[in-house]
């Protein structure tokens, strides 16, 4: 007989109206696939990024559809060969199809795997140059973000230097033009003049990287200044005019530079070739000044003495004893 304090024992059963019930290993499937697509995506985009300009092309040449434009009639791997329905191949002469072909990557290739390529109307070509290596000119251009902007930068600048060569070119052409002008007045002048005809052998014409060189040198028979001394004769001092007025209205600078032969003074005391080849310098300057020469054109007056021959295997021979004035040549000044 059962004890009445004793509770009876309920089971109650709840059924679940469904949605989380097991999904069983599905997911894992799906999950796997997509790693493995994205995996396989950033080894694409590792590739293209370590790749050269050269393999992409290649890579996007590969995969440029080749597409016969002339009517079917062609050079592809069929030879204009269709195939039909019946597994026959046949050839057609049909006209150029109207249908507008795809184009898209065969311009550029590389605009298939670089977008930024893509809608750019203007671009910087860079070609290979042909000529020889020591000829060739080393030009860096910067196409990276502002490749468009740095290109015509680059470009202005080679137009600058293209500019400037010539206009350095016609610069030294005007002075050489500028000398034989000079050469060919002071020659005249001299050769009009029946007392200086006899001296046209005394005047030289030098012409050297700083400028023109005017020379008035000795000769056997006529000197151009007194033995001994920086006291200008008649006849060199006439000289000197002349070659003054030539040059009176020409913007260029001026030196003056006096020379000795090798023998040496015979005065007693300090005075020595030294003194008498700048005292004969400074005298050739004033005549030059006093016949209308700015004195502000005369930069340098100079005694070389002895050691500066004409004829160095002669050192005591006249010509070495001369006075030359050099007419300075300047880029910066135009003839």
Do not use: C
Request: proline share 4%.
């Amino acid at each position: 007989m059962a004890r009445r304090n004793e509770q009876a024992v309920i089971i109650k059963r709840v059924e679940e109206s469904g949605g989380h019930q097991h999904h069983g290993g599905a997911w894992k499937v799906a999950y796997a696939d997509f790693m493995t697509a994205m995996m396989a995506f950033f080894l694409l985009l590792w590739i293209l990024a370590a790749s050269d300009e050269e393999k992409l092309r290649g890579l996007a040449d590969y995969f440029t559809p080749s597409l016969s434009e002339a009517g079917g009639r062609g050079e592809g791997l069929l030879d204009g060969m269709v195939l039909g329905q019946d597994g026959v191949m046949s050839g057609t002469d049909g006209p150029h199809t109207p249908v507008q072909l795809p184009s898209f990557g065969q311009e550029n290739p590389l605009a298939v795997f670089d977008s930024r390529l893509r809608d750019q109307e203007s671009r910087v070509v860079v070609e290979f140059d042909s000529r020889p290596e020591g000829e060739q000119e080393s030009q860096t251009i910067n196409t990276g973000e502002n490749g468009v902007a740095d290109g015509v930068a680059a470009a202005q600048a080679a137009a600058d230097a293209e500019a400037d060569a010539e206009a350095a070119e016609r610069a030294e052409q005007e002075w050489e033009d500028t000398q034989d002008r000079l050469e060919d007045t002071i020659t005249e002048r001299v050769s009009e003049d029946p007392e200086l005809q006899a001296m046209q052998e005394n005047l030289l014409f030098v012409r050297t990287a700083d400028g023109l060189e005017i020379q008035i040198v000795d000769k056997n028979s006529s000197s151009m200044f007194a033995t001994g001394s920086a006291r200008i004769e008649a006849r060199t001092r006439e000289l000197l005019r002349i070659v003054a007025e030539a040059i009176v209205d020409m913007p260029n600078e001026i030196t003056i530079a006096g020379h000795t032969d090798s023998v040496p003074y015979t005065r007693a005391g300090t005075y020595s070739n030294w003194e008498l080849s700048a005292d004969r310098a400074n005298a050739t300057r004033r005549v030059l000044v006093d016949t209308g020469v700015n004195p502000a054109r005369i930069t340098r007056i100079s005694g070389l003495a002895d050691t500066a021959p004409l004829d160095p295997e002669h050192p005591a021979a006249p010509e070495n004893r001369r006075i030359s004035v050099t007419l300075q040549y300047s880029q910066d000044i135009q003839p």
